[in-house]
């Protein structure tokens, strides 16, 4: 089960998106797979994917097609990630039938797929559910949608916010599946964000960027990166509040922040329903001389097994952690300057066990479901975040029993 995460009750509308879903049965015939989405012309949008070299077939389209889009599909189940130049056939051919049912050039459509590595995409199965997610689009398929793009997911993870710019009213919606393979470079994650704000070109990319940064690139679940992992919004123009055509005004901004909190909820909930999760860490590095010592020292330590089993366990070692902490790829990391908490709890001090600290009271903090480990290198003035979770037995038996 998430860590304290539930499924969203209701997602708003977002106007100038329809969305419609279907059943291709292609890994389960229990729920649909399948999800269109129709975007308003005019739309303007941006994306972020995997850096993996074993980039899937629709991300390969997908970036391709940055520039001009009105529709996405998107199918759970199938990866088409290894299927070489058939993959990428076969993902043109749902391109050009979903085309055909929404009466969109291909090209204008990107794709997006989920699921198991290495197999050939059922392209006749996608082709019957596409023709019947095309047929009942609708405003109000969020929730339908975020149901359709799970894979090992034990829930849906969606969330809308509405908010005030200058007298006008704008909705931000976004979705998003993942629950392992969870280490965005961009991660198996896939996100959708759409928002009725109308912006210039090139704004929606600036916007996206700047939201995965702080959200989406600072979770892991195990450290691996997909082949898939895809993170994309669209501004369908569709609100009254007039077109934001530079960044510098206070109406960006304000949008800015109100997509980068909906990223950081979906990012959260990705670690919250990480596969056999049980806990939910922050993981907070401060006192870096950069940003990426301070990350260096965070992933290091989020993604040790030793330290994630001993979380998992309720087992206080601080040696754990300090051979993580050792590690990380930080030049002239001082020992004697490191400071380390657990919540509240300090454990080391000057790179010693600190004299107040006792093993009930690290095995209390991690006793919870939810806590913060807090670093502190002492040799500058940076700090980052990231977003873990503990290392289950589960995981082990979800991951060992994935294609059965």
């Not at 860590?3 to 106007?15: D, F």
């Not at 909820?265 to 056999?276: F, I, N, P, S, T």
Request: proline residues 3%; contains cysteine.
């Amino acid at each position: 089960m998430a860590v304290n995460l539930s499924a969203p009750e209701q997602l708003l509308a977002v106007p100038g998106v329809r969305i419609g879903t279907a059943c291709a049965g292609i890994k389960q015939t229990l729920r649909d797979d399948v999800a269109v989405f129709e975007l308003a012309e005019g739309s303007e949008t941006g994306g972020v994917f995997t850096q993996s070299h074993f980039s899937a077939a629709p991300v390969l389209l997908a970036r391709q097609r940055q520039h001009r889009v009105r529709a996405w599909v998107v199918n759970s189940g199938n990866a088409n990630a290894a299927t070489g130049e058939y993959g990428v056939v076969d993902a043109e051919e749902v391109c050009a039938h979903a085309g055909r049912q929404l009466q969109l050039p291909a090209d204008e459509i990107q794709p997006f797929s989920t699921g198991v590595i290495g197999e050939r995409l059922p392209v006749g199965k996608l082709k019957t559910a596409l023709d019947t997610a095309s047929a009942q689009l609708s405003e109000d398929g969020w929730l339908a949608a975020a149901q359709a793009i799970m894979t090992t997911d034990t829930c849906a993870k969606g969330i809308s916010r509405q908010i005030d710019i200058d007298g006008h009213e704008v909705t931000v919606t976004g979705i998003a599946k993942g629950s392992g393979m969870i280490k965005p470079n961009m991660a198996t994650m896939l996100a959708y964000l759409a928002c009725d704000a109308g912006v210039a070109g090139g704004l929606a990319q600036k916007l996206v960027s700047t939201a995965v940064e702080k959200s989406f690139n600072r979770v892991t679940v195990d450290g691996d990166t997909s082949t898939n992992d895809s993170f994309v919004l669209a501004c369908t123009g569709k609100s009254s509040l007039p077109r934001i055509v530079s960044e510098n005004e206070p109406a960006y901004q304000a949008l800015s922040e109100a997509i980068n909190e909906v990223a950081t909820y979906l990012a959260q909930a990705l670690v919250r329903d990480g596969e056999g999760a049980t806990k939910f860490v922050t993981v907070h590095v401060k006192g870096g001389r950069s940003s990426s010592d301070c990350l260096n020292v965070a992933y290091t330590v989020a993604e040790s097994p030793l330290v994630k089993t001993a979380m998992f366990a309720g087992d206080a070692n601080w040696g754990r952690f300090c051979m993580a902490i050792g590690r990380s790829p930080v030049e002239d990391l001082l020992p004697e300057r490191v400071q380390l908490w657990l919540d509240d709890v300090q454990v080391a001090k000057d790179g010693l066990m600190a004299q107040s600290y006792s093993e009930s009271l690290g095995a209390a903090v991690l006793a919870q479901d939810e806590f913060v480990v807090t670093i502190d290198l002492g040799l500058g003035e940076a700090q980052e975040t990231v977003w873990t979770t503990d290392l289950s037995y589960e995981y082990v038996r979800i991951n060992a029993e994935y294609r059965t």
